[in-house]
Structures are given as C-alpha cells and as structure tokens.
C-alpha cells in the first residue's frame, strides 16, 4: 500500500499493490484502507474516484488486461456496497501495459490505482444586476392646473387640494395633493373650487414632474370666477424655483367666497405617461 501526498485538498491518493498471483479480490488491508480513508471522503458529499487496475507481465496480454478490469471493477462494486454512486466512480484498466521492472512478477503492478478527491464546489452564481432605474426626464418648461379642492373652517381654514403638473415634451405628468392649515375668513363654512385651465411657468433649473413635492404655502382670494390664487412650492430640488415664484394660478369656478393663506405639503399621488388634454 502506497500513498502519495500529491493530492487535491481532503482527497486521497493510493496504490493498492500486492495482490496475490493472477487474484482479483481485494486483500483484507485493501478494505480496511477503502473503509478507513476512502469512503469518508466520498460519502455525503460532492466527490469523485478513479480507479485503475493493473497487472504484472506473466501471461499474455489479453489475460492481464481482463485481471486488471476485473480487479478494478471489484474495488468499484465494494464501494458500491458500501453506498458510493456509480455516478461518482470512474473505473479504467491498463493490464500489464504500465507494468514496471524487467522481471515478470513485480507486486507493484498488481494493484488497483486510486484517487479519491471532492469536487469544488460550484461558484455561487451572481445576482441578476437589476436593471438601471428609468430616471424621470427632466425639464424647465411645464404646466399646472388645479383640479379642484375643498377648503373651510372657522377660526383656522383647512385646504385640500388636487394639483397636476404637466411636462409636455415628454408628455409625462404628476399628480399633487396639497394639504395646508392656515386662516381665512369666507361667506360659506366650506367652499368648492372645480378644475382650472393650464397655467404655464418655468423653473430656474432642469425639474422633473415627481419633484415638486415638499412644503407649499397656497393663498387664495375672491368668488366665483373673479379669485386670486397664488402657490409658492418651497421645497424645490437642487435650489431651484418656479418662475413666477410664487405661481399665479387661474383656477376653475369657486362656490364660496373669502380669503385664505394656509402652509402644508404636496405630496405626490401618481406619475406617469400623459399625451394631454
């Protein structure tokens, strides 16, 4: 029995020589070598062994060919026994051809060659790179209408508002509701603004349509057809503003009468593709 150091990690490398004239069973020693360091390094786990049978220059060569086959695929069966897959075997036989030494009996070619290794394990694949996130198109030319809020109170006025905010080259739009709390003063407890025209207005720099969310302050004046709307976005990315700033609106027809300036936030409800009116 000889083993060699020349081995993959937690793999074995052996020649079991020494078996009797023209035998090809195992010897005892075999086994308990196969037992020992063989099989706990096939078990259980990713791996693989070859084997390969030999035999010594007595007889002709067809005779030592068939002894090495059969003295391989013995090892082979015994493994299988013992639990090892097929799958991970792989059995050859060379007969007398890598016989060495010039005598005819050498008991280093009556053997079976042997290395038993476990297969690296295969690369963890990569994540799939997501694709890059679409960047919303950005302008300094828009629109804006109002289409339409609810605001009363008594003491404080309470503002709900649905704004939207039109890109037209790119034709893409956001929808804003501003809600503030402010005072005012008006003729009926609550009053109803219906939807405005297009009002247009520039920024001092390249905005997208999902930016104009943040602090607001909105002031309104008026009744009916003849109000004042005025809406200054105070949270403009990258230190822009709107120009005029703040925004004079046109709005639609409001039931109710009064004034008010309340402060609070847009918040964006929707944005997305719009071809227009």
Sequence with gaps: MTTSNVVPPGGVRAVMSNYDIDVDTPKAEHLVFLDSRVLPVLLGRRARIWLQGS?????????????????????????????????QMQVDWVGEGLAAGGIPENADNRAVSLLAAPLAAPPTPKPPTPPPTQATPTNTSFKIRLLGG??????????????????????????????????????????????????????????????????????TGGVAWFTVNYLNMMAMPRSTRTTPNPLSLSTGFTVGAGGSTTVGTMVLQFAGRFNGP
Excluded at 63 to 72: D, G, I, P, T, W
Excluded at 192 to 208: E, H, I, K, M, S
């Design 55 to 87: 035999a010594s220059r007595t007889g002709t060569a067809a005779h030592n060919m068939a002894l090495s086959e059969r003295r391989a695929e013995n090892v082979a069966a015994y493994l299988s026994s013992r639990g090892v897959p097929t799958s």
């Design 150 to 219: 609810l605001s009363g109170g008594e003491a404080m006025t309470l503002d709900q508002l649905f704004f939207q905010i039109w890109d037209p080259p790119h034709q893409i739009t956001g929808i804003y509701v501003f809600s503030g709390l402010g005072k005012g003063a008006g003729a009926l407890p609550l009053s109803v603004t219906l939807q405005g025209p297009w009002n247009d207005f520039r920024t001092t720099g390249p905005v997208a349509v999902d930016e104009f969310g943040g602090a607001a302050r909105f002031t």
